[in-house]
């Protein structure tokens, strides 16, 4: 008898342990949700603040509820997570008095994987690169040298450079050098300025970079134009160049291959500043007027419209692209290529001055020894004496 | 020398002068962005 009472009295306290979950399962079955586009109802409160298990939501949950701050009513309202989704996936509806439809792009997901290319690769490989360039060519100066001249100097002259000519590449120069300082200050100043001397004096230096760097963009794009111009037609290649590369330009060993006007390494430098800067100088347009000018979803379109799906390291090319992701992109390619391209300078600059006998002089007063023209640029040479011949003795010039 | 300091010169000149030139022409940032509720200037 006491045994039956006992397990009578164990079956009532079990009781409301089981009936939850058959309720829940129940309410899972039954609760219709249609009245509010599948958002929650009021069965789905009161059932989580029963304990009870509650569906998830169906349908799009946002399209039907009422706005968060007007009445419920019976539709129910968007909750937080709602409006986040919507606002994380393009699909809220957002109004604003200025900037365009760009504008309405309140929270764009791409943006952390710029930011963290930005901060990581981006600035860890390139860093590397300038340095590692540096290195290097420290290394090869106290392996090789100064590239000596061989002849002994005449003590006669031949412009090398007319005045136009060495004025548009100190342009060229001094504004390439004004943008890579800017541009590395941008890059590093929160990592290495910040933290160290103060994080005013950084913010300080990178609204003088941002200003320095967005209107010196506009003289280095004039002189890439001259540049182009003045020599493009001594920069094509030809086969003097191949005889050139296969004795290493004479900086390796004693040899000095004949050359034009410029030799195989100097056109070299010519096509890495015409299509680096000029890509550069593209991408930083497309930045100075932000979202005017997107090119990376035609580019990658032009790409697929010539069979290239996908790129190595990259992966599958994007069919689809925000705004913001197209500026993203852009200042990524900007900062890569300048990256390359002021490795490519460093040792422009290096074997234009410490690195040959006699380089500067080119670029200096625009008169090279003879010497040094025989040794470097023999063809060049040969040429401009046989033109001298040539002229008559008696002409005058022409008024 | 002269030649590299020609090249400077034109430096600053265009520099500064695309500075104004982009103000004169209303292409700032500022410009661009204001708009009949939105004042960026």
């Given at each position: ?5 006992l ?29 509010t ?21 169906t ?7 009422r ?10 309202g ?41 901060q ?21 100066f ?38 890579g ?5 941008t890059?590093?100043g ?61 900086i ?18 010519f096509w ?72 490519i ?8 001055s ?15 020894d ?10 060049w ?10 002229a ?8 | ?9 034109a ?31």
């Amino acid at each position: 008898m006491l045994r039956a009472f006992l397990i009578f009295v164990l079956c009532l306290g079990l009781m409301p342990l089981a009936a939850p979950h058959a309720a829940a399962q129940d309410a899972q079955q039954t609760i219709d949700r249609s009245a509010t586009g599948g958002a929650q109802t009021l069965e789905d409160i009161l059932a989580r603040q029963r304990g009870e298990e509650v569906a998830p939501k169906t349908g799009d949950a946002t399209s039907n509820a009422r706005d968060l701050s007007g009445q419920l009513g019976t539709l129910g309202g968007a909750s937080d997570p709602d409006l986040w989704r919507a606002l994380r996936y393009g699909s809220a509806d957002i109004t604003v008095s200025a900037g365009g439809e760009v504008a309405t792009v309140l929270v764009q997901d791409g943006g952390m994987a710029w930011l963290e290319f930005r901060q990581g690769p981006l600035a860890k490989y390139g860093g590397y690169l300038l340095l590692g360039t540096l290195a290097l060519l420290l290394v090869f100066f106290v392996l090789r040298g100064k590239v000596r001249l061989d002849y002994e100097k005449t003590g006669r002259t031949v412009t090398r450079f007319k005045s136009f000519e060495r004025a548009a590449h100190w342009l060229l120069a001094g504004s390439f050098i004004l943008l890579g300082i800017t541009g590395l200050l941008t890059l590093f100043g929160r990592m290495f300025i910040a933290p160290y001397i103060s994080k005013e004096f950084n913010a300080t230096l990178l609204m003088a970079s941002k200003y320095i760097h967005n209107n010196v963009a506009w003289a280095f794009m004039v002189a890439l134009v001259a540049i182009f111009i003045m020599w493009v037609w001594h920069n094509i290649p030809n086969r003097t160049d191949i005889t050139w590369f296969a004795q290493a330009g004479g900086i390796v060993g004693s040899k000095h291959p004949p050359a034009k006007k410029f030799n195989g390494g100097q056109k070299i430098i010519f096509w890495s500043v015409i299509l680096l800067g000029g890509s550069i100088s593209l991408s930083g347009v497309s930045l100075l007027f932000p979202f005017e000018f997107p090119m990376f979803m035609k580019t990658f379109d032009l790409m697929r419209s010539v069979g290239i799906e996908s790129l190595p390291i990259y992966g599958p090319l994007p069919t689809a692209m925000a705004p913001h992701e197209e500026m993203q992109y852009a200042q990524a390619w900007h900062a890569i290529v300048a990256f390359v391209l002021m490795a490519i300078i460093i040792a422009h600059i290096y074997i234009g001055s410490v690195g040959m006998e006699g380089a500067y002089d080119a670029m200096g007063s625009g008169e090279v020894d003879e010497a040094w023209a025989r040794q470097h640029h023999s063809l060049w040479l040969e040429e401009l004496q046989a033109k001298d011949k040539a002229a008559p003795k008696d002409a005058t010039p022409a008024e | 020398m002269k030649a590299m300091m020609m090249g400077f010169a034109a430096l600053i000149v265009i520099s500064v002068g695309s500075y104004f030139a982009l103000q004169q022409l209303g292409l700032t940032a500022g410009a661009v962005g204001s708009g009949d509720a939105v004042r960026l200037d």
